[in-house]
């Protein structure tokens, strides 16, 4: 019998599902969803970068101004959006306000998509007793 004529079996496919302790809680993926949201703006992207970056790991609105050319209350609202979600902190200093980068709500985003992490690269171990129970 030749190759073309031969009878093939087909292969069993089954889903994985993660492990139970990776799976994100309700909580968690409220607030990652809130961070990833403020976050999906290439100027606030930009905004949070430089920021960083910024001497101190601080910036004055005046000096992020110069950087953008929109006009004032359209920056306002983005730093708002930023300042709203966590992800900035921002403090007066006569007239002019100062923004600084929160680490923790990027450092929850990191451990969400690192390696390893729950939306990343883990997958459920399956053995035969939990393949029996499933459709």
């Not at 909580?27 to 990833?36: C, I, Y």
């Not at 403020?38 to 005046?62: M, N, Q, T, W, Y």
Request: with cysteine; glycine share 6%; charged share 25%.
């Amino acid at each position: 019998m030749t190759v073309e004529h031969q009878q093939r079996t087909p292969a069993r496919v089954t889903l994985l599902l993660a492990e139970p302790a990776a799976v994100v809680a309700d909580t968690d993926a409220t607030d990652a969803a809130k961070l990833f949201k403020a976050l999906a703006d290439p100027l606030r992207i930009r905004l949070v970068s430089l920021i960083r970056h910024s001497p101190g790991g601080e910036a004055c609105f005046c000096d992020l101004a110069e950087e953008f050319d929109m006009p004032q209350p359209t920056l306002s609202h983005h730093l708002r959006v930023l300042v709203a979600a966590g992800i900035l902190a921002r403090e007066r200093r006569g007239t002019w306000s100062w923004y600084s980068l929160v680490p923790e709500p990027l450092e929850s985003l990191q451990a969400l998509l690192q390696a390893g992490g729950p939306l990343v690269d883990r997958i459920a171990p399956v053995d035969g007793s939990e393949r029996a129970g499933r459709c």
